[in-house]
C-alpha cells in the first residue's frame, strides 16, 4: 500500500511540476513577444485609506481655444519639413510605425512622433493619472492644459508679434480670474510647453525678433512651466525629455526593448546624426563631423533640408542600435531629441556641454555623470587638442558594459508611455514630472 501511494504521490508531482513547467515557458515566451499582461487589481478592503494623499492634482477645465481648438486649426502651421496634422494622431503620438518592414524596432510600441506634439501626448496621460480630483482646495498641484509649443507652432512664421502674444494674454487673463489661483497666486500652478524655454522669453516687442512672450508674462512666472530645455537664469523652469519614437502600453513591451537593446551587438565605436550649423561661428558640429568622417570606426548620418534618413524612425533607430557611444554636440541650442532616441536604443551619449544634458535633466539622470556618459570639452574639439576615437577607444569593455547596463536602466523614465493605457506599469516621464511638479509645490507651502 505504501509503495503504491508513493507511485500516485510521485506521479502527481511529476505532472504538478510539469504544468508549472509549462506555464512558466508560455509567461516567458509572451514576455520575449512584448506582449502586454494586466493583473487582478486587490480587493478595495486591502486598499490604503488614501494612496493620493498629497499626489492630488487638480486640472482646469480651459475653454477650448486653449487646446483643442489648436489641433483643428493645424493646418495652419508653417513648418517646411513635416506635416504636423498627421503627427497629433494616436492622442499625440503619431502615425503607427509597421514595424515588420523595420527590423530593428520590437513587436510594438513605435510610432513616427514629432517631439513638438509633448503638450498633446502630457495632456492626454494627465487624464488618466491616478490621482486626479474635481475638487480644487484638496489639490496638491493644478495642471493648466494649454497647448503652448503648438500655439507657439502655427503662429511663429509670418505672424506680428500682436497674433504670437494674443492667446497667451488671454490665457493670465482668464487664470487669475478663477477662485483657484487666489490661495497661492499662481504658485502651486504648472503647464507644459513643449518647446525650449527660449521660445517663450521674447524680450523687446518687436515682429523681427523670435518666439512670443508667455514665460515673461507676471503670471506665468508664477507658475511651474515643463519644456525640453530650461532657463538657468529661472527657478521655474523645468526640463523634461524629448518625446522619443517608443511608447510601450505595458511593462512587458517595455522589457523586452530593454532585453534587446542590452544584447545588441555594437559594430560601430561612435556614431553621429546631424547637420553642420553654419550660421554658428561656435559650433564644433564642423569638427565633429570631420572626425567621424575620417574614422573607420564612424557611422556618419548627415542630415540636411528637406527629406533625409534623420527623420526615418528606423534609420535613426538602427544607426544607434548598433553603435556603442552616440556622440550629442549641441545644436541651435545646447539640447537634443537625439539624446534620447540614442539612449532610447542603449547607445552611451557622449556631451561636449554640460547644459546639453548635466544641467537640465536634474530630475530624470544620476548625478555621477560618467555613471552613463562621456564627457568631452568643446574646447578641446574646437581647438583640436583631442580625438573623439582615441578617447572613446580607451574604455575597456567593462567600463562600457557598466555605462550601458545604466543606460538601459534609465529607459523606462526616459519616455513617455502609450497615453491611451489606463496604466503603463512603471514609472515613465510623465510620472517623473508629475512627481517633480509636487515636490517644487510642496516646497514653495512649507
Known amino acids: 500500500m505504501a509503495s503504491s501511494f508513493s507511485k500516485i504521490s510521485a506521479s502527481h508531482c511529476f505532472w504538478h511540476v510539469t504544468f508549472l513547467s509549462c506555464i512558466f515557458w508560455i509567461a516567458a515566451y509572451f514576455h520575449r513577444a512584448g506582449f502586454c499582461f494586466t493583473s487582478r487589481s486587490p480587493r478595495p478592503d486591502t ?76 495632456h492626454n496621460r494627465m487624464k488618466r493619472y491616478e490621482c486626479l480630483t474635481t475638487n480644487s482646495s484638496l489639490a ?22 500682436s497674433v504670437r502674444d494674443s492667446l497667451s494674454l488671454d490665457l493670465v487673463n482668464w487664470l487669475s480670474s478663477k477662485p483657484e489661483w487666489a490661495p497661492m497666486g499662481g504658485r502651486d500652478h504648472f503647464m507644459v510647453a513643449g518647446r525650449t524655454t527660449w521660445d517663450f522669453r521674447r524680450f523687446k516687442d518687436e515682429d523681427n525678433l523670435w518666439g512670443n512672450k508667455l514665460l515673461l508674462l507676471t503670471h506665468t512666472m508664477n507658475m511651474s512651466t515643463l519644456v525640453f530645455e530650461s532657463s538657468p537664469w529661472d527657478s521655474n523652469d523645468f526640463a523634461i525629455p524629448y518625446p522619443t519614437y517608443f511608447h510601450p502600453s505595458c511593462y512587458s513591451v517595455l522589457v523586452s526593448w530593454q532585453d534587446k537593446v542590452r544584447s545588441s551587438e555594437r559594430q560601430w565605436l561612435f556614431s553621429f546624426a546631424g547637420a553642420p550649423r553654419l550660421n554658428r561661428k561656435d559650433s564644433i ?52 531629441r537625439s539624446v534620447f532616441d540614442s539612449m532610447v536604443a542603449g547607445c552611451v551619449p557622449v556631451f561636449f556641454h554640460p547644459r546639453t544634458a548635466y544641467d537640465q535633466y536634474t530630475w530624470y539622470l544620476p548625478r ?67 512627481e517633480g511638479i509636487l515636490q517644487s509645490v510642496a516646497k514653495i507651502r512649507r
Open 285 to 336: 558640429r564642423g569638427e565633429v563631423i570631420e572626425q567621424c568622417r575620417a574614422s573607420a570606426k564612424c557611422n556618419l548620418m548627415e542630415c540636411g533640408s528637406g527629406l533625409s534618413e534623420c527623420h526615418s524612425p528606423g534609420s535613426v533607430m538602427s544607426l544607434f542600435e548598433t553603435t556603442t557611444f552616440c556622440l550629442q554636440p549641441q545644436g541651435d541650442t545646447p539640447t537634443r
Open 47 to 122: 486598499l490604503p485609506a488614501d494612496t493620493c494623499s498629497g499626489r492630488y492634482v487638480y486640472v482646469h477645465d480651459l475653454p477650448s481655444r486653449f487646446n483643442s481648438d489648436i489641433l483643428f486649426d493645424y493646418h495652419n502651421v508653417n513648418i517646411s519639413y513635416t506635416n504636423m496634422c498627421r503627427f497629433i494622431s494616436n492622442a499625440g503620438l503619431g502615425p503607427a510605425l509597421n514595424v515588420s518592414n523595420i527590423g530593428v524596432l520590437s513587436s510594438s510600441g513605435w510610432y513616427a512622433t514629432d517631439p513638438y506634439a509633448l503638450d498633446l501626448i502630457f
Open 140 to 161: 496638491s498641484a493644478i495642471f493648466v492644459p494649454f497647448y503652448a509649443g503648438l500655439d507657439f507652432g502655427r503662429y511663429q512664421w509670418d505672424y506680428n508679434i
Open 368 to 434: 555621477e555623470h560618467d555613471r552613463y556618459s562621456v564627457f568631452i570639452a568643446e574646447d578641446e574639439v574646437r581647438r583640436g587638442e583631442v580625438s573623439i576615437e582615441e578617447v572613446l577607444s580607451g574604455y575597456s569593455e567593462e567600463q562600457v558594459r557598466a555605462m550601458r547596463d545604466e543606460v538601459v536602466r534609465l529607459i523606462p523614465r526616459l519616455i513617455y508611455g502609450d497615453p491611451r493605457s489606463r496604466s503603463v506599469g512603471f514609472k515613465d516621464a510623465f510620472d517623473v514630472a508629475v
